[in-house]
């Protein structure tokens, strides 16, 4: 059960079906466990534990980035894998897609409509919306599309993926995008200080829909409004949005930080071994 469920969580991150289908087998149990114990160890779900915690933080997103920043750019394959390294990057932060979506859809979904530039995307259960298309987004596909030696911008009728791959110029595949985001994220995790080990554990465990979350969390933090995130996002129920809305938890803990251990030498070094 635990490698089929590893399997299944997979499939979901790579993008190629909705959901875990065993996370309601996992509901079930610790329902029945509660049920039949009375105990409140048999608690295992609350409110907070709901919270979205698979993203990357500006910590761990600060060394995505230089992680980027370090790929060798000697040869015209590196200069490309870093260009579309950087691009994937940028996407993933700016419009929070899913892997699946970036697989399918082509450079004309990007289309400007009275003077803005918008993302065209047909999501989960063949749910069409459209997502903003931020200054900087904007700006990094122009940078991205001039090294394909593209337009500045996509006419409507353009097919190009807007992943591709550097062969033959076709789209790149849900799992091939995590296979590079692998190699990034891995290449990221050694760039942090030794005392951030548990941040490095989750970039070694990051995938594609990692990004995703990343790209939800930071509109979040960066003060857009919740009702636009929750477009952006687009997430049919706002309960959905305002699990990734940790603000009042951190200040919450920052609360927690006033209190004290009351221990004359609790800051003198260790002595025993």
């Given at each position: 059960m635990a490698a089929i469920n590893s399997l299944m969580r997979y499939l979901t991150d790579a993008g190629y079906i909705a959901g875990n289908p065993l996370g309601l087998i996992r509901q079930r149990r610790r329902k029945m466990?509660?049920?039949n114990s009375g105990s409140p160890l048999a608690v295992s779900t609350t409110d907070?534990?709901?919270?979205?915690?698979?993203?990357?933080?500006?910590?761990?997103w600060a060394a995505v980035t230089q992680a980027i920043?370090?790929?060798?750019?000697?040869?015209?394959?590196?200069?490309?894998?870093?260009?579309?390294?950087?691009f994937i990057a940028a996407v993933l932060y700016m419009l929070a897609p899913?892997?699946?979506?970036?697989?399918?859809?082509?450079m004309n979904?990007?289309?400007?409509?009275?003077?803005r530039w918008w993302w065209h995307v047909?999501?989960?259960?063949?749910?069409?919306?459209?997502?903003?298309?931020?200054?900087?987004?904007?700006?990094?596909?122009?940078?991205?599309?001039?090294?394909?030696?593209?337009?500045?911008?996509?006419?409507?009728?353009?097919?190009?993926?807007?992943l591709v791959s550097l062969k033959d110029r076709s789209p790149i595949t849900a799992r091939r995008l995590n296979q590079i985001l692998k190699r990034i994220f891995f290449a990221a995790a050694e760039l942090l200080p030794p005392e951030s080990d548990y941040k490095k554990e989750k970039l070694r465990a990051a995938s594609a829909h990692w990004g995703r979350h990343t790209g939800i969390t930071a509109k979040i933090d960066s003060g857009i409004t919740e009702r636009y995130v929750q477009k952006?996002?687009?997430?049919?129920?706002?309960?959905?949005?305002?699990r990734y809305i940790h603000e009042e938890e951190e200040?919450?803990?920052?609360?927690?930080?006033?209190?004290?251990?009351?221990?004359?030498?609790?800051?003198?070094?260790?002595?025993?071994?």
């Open positions: 466990a509660m049920e907070e534990t709901e919270k979205v915690e698979r993203f990357l933080d500006g910590e761990m920043e370090n790929m060798p750019q000697t040869n015209d394959q590196e200069c490309a894998e870093y260009e579309r390294a950087r899913r892997a699946g979506e970036l697989e399918s859809h082509r979904s990007f289309r400007e409509e009275r003077g047909v999501g989960k259960g063949g749910k069409k919306a459209k997502v903003p298309v931020a200054d900087d987004m904007l700006q990094a596909l122009m940078r991205y599309r001039k090294f394909l030696g593209l337009s500045s911008v996509p006419k409507r009728t353009e097919n190009t993926p807007i952006d996002a687009r997430h049919s129920d706002a309960r959905t949005t305002q200040r919450w803990h920052d609360e927690a930080q006033k209190q004290h251990l009351p221990w004359e030498k609790r800051i003198q070094a260790i002595k025993c071994n």
